[in-house]
């Protein structure tokens, strides 16, 4: 008969926590764990067995799912061969390995040097505070030019830039010559697009926003009322005379110098636009990673000026939507989630995502708590689509043009 496994009081653990605190919330966990397994009676060294579909089981599905996707892990020095043969060290070690954050010694001095003494908090509980921080960083022939490198990748206001020295620790040479390479680069660039911009874009680079004008120059820097940009090429043509609106469909002029409906006012979100991330499964693409340079947005629109609402069956559950055209994401707020959740007794957690959403014509982004797949039913059709979850509020949730088309709804 097999022997019964340990009943612990343990929570599972939430993989979604951010990658600054998941090696903190970690430790904390796996320890706790181990504690209350070693009071249930059960030596994961002499039950390896035992105390892994423990750690599977109450670490909770989320965390099961990433043990079984994460490549085995490999033996660190220190660790014999016996140790190291336990099936429960190995989970243990490659849950670790993923969970805890590679050191970065400069973020954990800027995390020291910028943690403040909170209102009504004693000065023994700060230095508390600033001893755990600094357990993080590492001292070791500390000099000035260590102070003076984390300093200057703390305050750089190139983020770009911070995010490349951060991925690992540098001398204060190594900074200097990074960042001087690229502002070299900036400069040459800046040269380059000067004196040779009028003969890279007749090449076929996008309209730009400010070159010679020849048909529409006023002298002034005002935007044309039929495209927006300021100048126009030197052939003088705007490049919206042939295309059409696509909010009012006429001719002459592009979607955002429309006057079409522009003083109507509406409350929360009923539009939207995505600033494309790559990311492997938030990607709107086929795969293809985006060109970093040529950007584009993908806006969501409303269908026309009267809202239209659709009934469609979410995992066998009868929802109303807005259906949206011009985009591939489906959005559904807090409340909405909320409500549907209670309403259905259905247990959804959602995921953390990399994607990034703009109420249209707003440069505020919006909360993107997670997202969570869905299966959309309409008569006959049913697809699966990923559903994502903000915080801010808007009337109806909004299904994207594609699963609209897919169900039959939107021709």
């Known amino acids: 008969m097999a022997e019964k496994g340990p009943k612990l009081k343990i929570l599972p653990f939430d993989v979604t926590t951010s990658r600054l605190e998941a090696g903190r919330a970690w430790k904390w966990w796996i320890d706790r764990f181990e504690r209350d ?26 965390l099961e799912d990433l043990h079984d996707t994460l490549p085995e892990a490999t033996k660190s020095e220190g660790i014999s061969d016996q140790v190291w043969g336990s099936t429960y060290v190995k989970s243990k070690t490659k849950l670790t390995n993923y969970f805890t954050p ?54 750089m206001p190139d983020k770009d ?18 960042a001087q390479k690229k502002e070299d680069a900036a400069a040459r660039d800046k040269a380059i697009s000067d ?11 996008s309209w730009p926003n400010k070159c010679t004008n020849t048909a529409n120059n006023t002298g002034t820097d005002k935007p044309c ?18 295309q059409a609106c696509s909010k009012c469909k006429k001719k002459g002029h592009f979607a955002k110098m429309c006057y079409t409906g522009k003083n109507k006012q509406r409350q929360g979100i009923n539009k939207v636009e995505q600033a494309p991330k790559y990311d492997s499964e938030d990607t709107d693409s086929d795969g293809e990673k985006p060109d970093p340079h040529n950007i584009k947005k993908i806006t969501v629109k409303n269908v026309s000026e009267k809202t239209t609402l659709m009934k469609i069956m979410l995992n066998d559950s009868n929802t109303v939507w807005q259906p949206d055209t011009g985009t591939k994401k489906n959005l559904m707020t807090e409340t909405h989630f909320k ?72 021709t």
Not at 113 to 140: H, P, Q
Not at 164 to 178: F, I, M, S
């Open 37 to 62: 397994l070693a009071y249930n009676g059960v030596d994961a060294a002499a039950k390896p067995q035992i105390a892994k579909a423990a750690l599977l089981i109450y670490g909770g599905q989320e």
């Open 161 to 178: 830039l911070r995010q490349k020295l951060l991925q690992k620790d540098r001398t204060l040479g190594e900074v200097l010559e990074t």
């Open 102 to 155: 590679k050191s970065c010694n400069d973020f954990a001095i800027f995390e020291l040097i910028t943690t403040k003494i909170k209102g009504g908090e004693t000065v023994s509980a700060y230095t508390l505070r600033l001893r755990e921080l600094a357990k993080k960083c590492d001292f070791t022939n500390w000099s000035a030019d260590k102070m003076i490198k984390a300093l200057v990748i703390s305050n």
């Open 225 to 242: 009322p039929q495209c927006g940009y300021t100048k126009h090429s030197k052939d003088g043509k705007c490049p919206a005379e042939s």
């Open 339 to 410: 409500k549907y959740v209670n309403s259905t007794n259905q247990n959804i957690q959602l995921k953390p995502t990399n994607t990034q959403l703009y109420a249209y014509g707003s440069e505020d982004q919006l909360t993107v708590l997670g997202k969570f797949k869905g299966s959309f039913k309409a008569g006959s059709k049913e697809v699966k689509d990923t559903i994502y979850v903000t915080k801010e509020e808007s009337e109806h949730p909004l299904i994207s043009e594609n699963t609209a088309i897919q169900l039959g709804l939107v």
């Open 195 to 205: 004196r040779g911009g009028s003969t890279v874009n007749k090449l076929g680079a």
